[in-house]
């Protein structure tokens, strides 16, 4: 029987030892576990406490969090005890940038050291992080270099980086003296306009100011008490003239282009300098190549910049759909990008739509005789030409040129509720297009289910919208033959909301002849020393009679454009502004 007692007493102990290493390893896992949830919680004090140094873990752990953020996760991965010597590994991933994309992933190796029943997290920061007993880290971003240009569509740079200053003029800055210097560089800067920004006694930005400007008082305004220059790079236009409204789209593809290839660094700060712990280098990034083009866009901000009311000028290629120039003038560039989105009554301009509709219909040739009286009651409706002009029965094509609204009312009227609504999708008016670089909006053309409301459709009124990109998309469609895939990015057309119909053979260079007849022998024959010049005008009511914007579409071989002028009270501001446009090319 002893043999069988001195076995039964060897096992028992052995029972009470593994017991013991198992309680061990269960109170090392609890103590790992709940450094890793500390550290996830971006809680440095309560990780500190875990640790064998806890004052230089709180430091050390506290400027992690403050450098680096706390959006990280700390998972714990193999736990063994060791006899008393813990070893662990941590498996820690942090998030940075704005969408939280960037993400950062490594195992780190610890140990523990047990005392009395407890454990102790041995403090070695590189546990934590890569580097971070090396010293402090931090995050940046790498811009790719060089970095990318956009360019307009011979090459020329449109948009390129730049460094610019900006003046912060802090409270009890003298405002006499930072006015005047900055006044013949920016009027709108006067002493009585930055003593008002300051009243709040927050410091302001007075102004944002490119090196040529900057260089002649740049040592004056720094030697001003509350003063401050502060550099940053921007993309602006290489030519400060221009203001197209395209180009806060270009930028911000550039943008999205940029922060697509953009790489990143996390650097430890140690004595010998800095020393990158972990990221990824910036991919290359080429120039984005633009449809724009810049001798038209100043030809076309000349044309409006004499209009004192709101104007915009856009102009389309019609073999490609790509946008040569969006322009306006300073008060439309006050209201925002009317050019692209601006949505107003397209009046005569719209009756290029209307004959579309009324010649696919069956209901006249451009040789039909028909009525042009200079007021008629149509439908309830009474429709007047401007000034009553009266042409009796004269053929289409001369309605046209001469703009009869009591011609075209009659037409659209014995049109089907959606007659128009077809016609204009056919011309790209009231579809809409997601393309790189830029957003718009052609309009809108309701369907008509009343005679009255097809009435006033049909001389471009009652609910029918366009923008002059739209007004420009259906001159381009008109020269085209069908509608062109508008695009700003060459090579990246806009995609469609919706396919319409296709434009009938003929009906295009139908309505072009007739475009040709307005300048030669209608309303628009101030452009006729333009050679093969196409075009018909618009004047829209708002409000009420005494109110009018003014309109041209045109068509000049493979150019189609549009030309708004708000408030203008008849087309001829606009038709005037197109001349000299064209003119200048």
Same mark, same amino acid.
């Given at each position: 029987?002893?043999?069988?007692?001195?076995?039964?007493?060897?096992?028992?102990?052995?029972?009470?030892?593994?017991?013991?290493?198992?309680?061990?390893?269960?109170?090392?896992?609890?103590?790992?576990?709940?450094?890793?949830?500390?550290? @996830?919680?971006?809680?440095?004090?309560?990780?500190?406490?875990?640790?064998?140094?806890?004052?230089?873990?709180?430091?050390?752990?506290?400027?992690?969090?403050?450098?680096?953020?706390?959006?990280?996760?700390?998972?714990?991965?193999?736990?063994?005890?060791?006899?008393?010597?813990?070893?662990?590994?941590?498996?820690?991933?942090?998030?940075?940038?704005?969408?939280?994309?960037?993400?950062?992933?490594?195992?780190?190796?610890?140990?523990?050291?047990?005392?009395?029943?407890?454990?102790?997290?041995?403090?070695?920061?590189?546990?934590?992080?890569?580097?971070?007993?090396?010293?402090?880290?931090?995050? $940046?971003?790498?811009?790719?270099?060089?970095?990318?240009?956009?360019?307009?569509?011979?090459?020329?740079?449109?948009?390129?980086?730049?460094?610019?200053?900006?003046?912060?003029?802090?409270?009890?800055?003298?405002?006499?003296?930072?006015?005047?210097?900055?006044?013949?560089?920016?009027?709108?800067?006067?002493?009585? $306009?930055?003593?008002?920004?300051?009243?709040?006694?927050?410091?302001?930005?007075?102004?944002?100011?490119?090196?040529?400007?900057?260089?002649?008082?740049?040592?004056?305004?720094?030697?001003?008490?509350?003063?401050?220059?502060?550099?940053?790079?921007?993309?602006?236009?290489?030519?400060?003239?221009?203001?197209?409204?395209?180009? $806060?789209?270009?930028?911000?593809?550039?943008?999205?282009?940029?922060?697509?290839?953009?790489?990143?660094?996390?650097?430890?700060?140690?004595?010998?300098?800095?020393?990158?712990?972990?990221?990824?280098?910036?991919?290359?990034?080429?120039?984005?190549? @633009?449809?724009?083009?810049?001798?038209?866009?100043?030809?076309?901000?000349?044309?409006?910049?004499?209009?004192?009311?709101?104007?915009?000028?856009?102009?389309?290629?019609?073999?490609?759909?790509?946008?040569?120039?969006?322009?306006?003038?300073?008060?439309?560039?006050?209201?925002?990008?009317?050019?692209?989105?601006?949505?107003?009554?397209?009046?005569?301009?719209?009756?290029?739509?209307?004959?579309?509709?009324?010649?696919?219909?069956?209901?006249?040739?451009?040789?039909?005789?028909?009525?042009?009286?200079?007021?008629?009651?149509?439908?309830?409706?009474?429709?007047?030409?401007?000034?009553?002009?009266?042409?009796?029965?004269?053929?289409?094509?001369?309605?046209?040129?001469?703009?009869?609204?009591?011609?075209?009312?009659?037409?659209?009227?014995?049109?089907?509720?959606?007659?128009?609504?077809?016609?204009?999708?056919?011309?790209?008016?009231?579809?809409?297009?997601?393309?790189?670089?830029?957003?718009?909006?052609?309009?809108?053309?309701?369907?008509?289910?009343?005679?009255?409301?097809?009435?006033?459709?049909?001389?471009?009124?009652?609910?029918?919208?366009?923008?002059?990109?739209?007004?420009?998309?259906?001159?381009?469609?008109?020269?085209?033959? @069908?509608?062109?895939?508008?695009?700003?990015?060459?090579?990246?057309?806009?995609?469609?909301?919706?396919?319409?119909?296709?434009?009938?053979?003929?009906?295009?260079?139908?309505?072009?002849?007739?475009?040709?007849?307005?300048?030669?022998?209608?309303?628009?024959?101030?452009?006729?020393?333009?050679?093969?010049?196409?075009?018909?005008?618009?004047?829209?009511?708002?409000?009420?009679?005494?109110?009018?914007?003014?309109?041209?579409?045109?068509?000049?071989?493979?150019?189609?454009?549009?030309?708004?002028?708000?408030?203008?009270? $008849?087309?001829?501001?606009?038709?005037?502004?197109?001349?000299?446009?064209?003119?200048?090319?």
């Amino acid at each position: 029987m002893r043999p069988l007692r001195t076995v039964t007493v060897v096992l028992l102990v052995a029972t009470l030892l593994l017991a013991g290493c198992s309680d061990a390893g269960d109170r090392l896992r609890t103590t790992v576990a709940a450094f890793a949830d500390a550290l @996830s919680r971006g809680d440095a004090a309560a990780a500190a406490a875990l640790t064998t140094d806890e004052a230089a873990a709180g430091k050390t752990l506290g400027a992690l969090f403050d450098s680096l953020g706390k959006d990280v996760h700390v998972g714990v991965g193999a736990v063994d005890d060791n006899d008393g010597a813990g070893t662990f590994t941590l498996d820690t991933t942090w998030k940075f940038g704005p969408d939280k994309q960037i993400r950062w992933s490594y195992t780190g190796n610890g140990r523990a050291t047990a005392d009395g029943d407890a454990w102790k997290i041995q403090w070695d920061a590189a546990a934590v992080a890569p580097g971070l007993d090396k010293g402090p880290l931090t995050f $940046s971003t790498l811009v790719a270099q060089p970095a990318a240009r956009v360019l307009d569509r011979t090459g020329a740079e449109l948009l390129t980086q730049h460094v610019v200053t900006l003046v912060d003029v802090a409270p009890g800055a003298d405002a006499n003296a930072v006015a005047a210097l900055l006044n013949p560089i920016a009027p709108t800067i006067t002493p009585a $306009s930055l003593s008002g920004d300051l009243a709040a006694g927050k410091p302001v930005t007075a102004v944002t100011l490119r090196d040529d400007d900057l260089a002649p008082i740049e040592a004056q305004l720094t030697a001003l008490p509350n003063v401050t220059l502060r550099p940053q790079t921007r993309l602006l236009a290489t030519d400060r003239t221009l203001t197209s409204p395209t180009l $806060s789209g270009l930028s911000e593809l550039w943008q999205q282009r940029m922060d697509a290839a953009a790489g990143w660094a996390v650097t430890a700060q140690t004595a010998a300098g800095a020393q990158r712990v972990g990221g990824a280098d910036a991919k290359p990034v080429g120039d984005i190549s @633009s449809t724009l083009d810049i001798g038209m866009q100043r030809a076309a901000e000349d044309a409006l910049a004499s209009l004192p009311t709101p104007a915009a000028l856009v102009a389309i290629q019609p073999s490609t759909g790509n946008l040569l120039t969006v322009a306006q003038n300073a008060p439309a560039d006050a209201q925002g990008p009317i050019a692209l989105t601006g949505l107003y009554p397209p009046g005569s301009t719209f009756k290029t739509v209307t004959v579309s509709a009324a010649l696919q219909a069956g209901q006249v040739t451009p040789d039909s005789v028909v009525g042009c009286p200079g007021t008629e009651n149509i439908e309830g409706r009474q429709i007047p030409n401007d000034n009553d002009f009266d042409l009796g029965q004269v053929p289409l094509h001369t309605a046209f040129a001469r703009s009869c609204n009591t011609t075209m009312g009659r037409l659209a009227v014995n049109l089907p509720p959606d007659g128009l609504t077809k016609a204009a999708a056919q011309l790209g008016l009231g579809i809409d297009y997601t393309a790189p670089g830029m957003t718009t909006v052609t309009g809108s053309v309701p369907v008509a289910d009343t005679s009255a409301l097809r009435v006033e459709e049909g001389i471009g009124q009652g609910k029918v919208t366009a923008s002059p990109f739209g007004m420009a998309l259906v001159a381009a469609t008109l020269a085209h033959g @069908s509608v062109p895939a508008p695009a700003i990015v060459a090579g990246q057309p806009g995609k469609a909301d919706r396919t319409p119909e296709p434009l009938p053979a003929g009906v295009d260079e139908q309505v072009q002849a007739m475009m040709r007849e307005t300048v030669t022998g209608g309303t628009a024959t101030q452009l006729q020393d333009i050679p093969d010049m196409l075009g018909k005008t618009g004047t829209a009511e708002y409000i009420d009679d005494q109110h009018a914007h003014g309109w041209f579409v045109g068509i000049r071989g493979d150019l189609a454009l549009a030309v708004f002028v708000s408030d203008a009270g $008849s087309s001829t501001p606009a038709v005037d502004a197109a001349g000299r446009f064209l003119r200048a090319l």
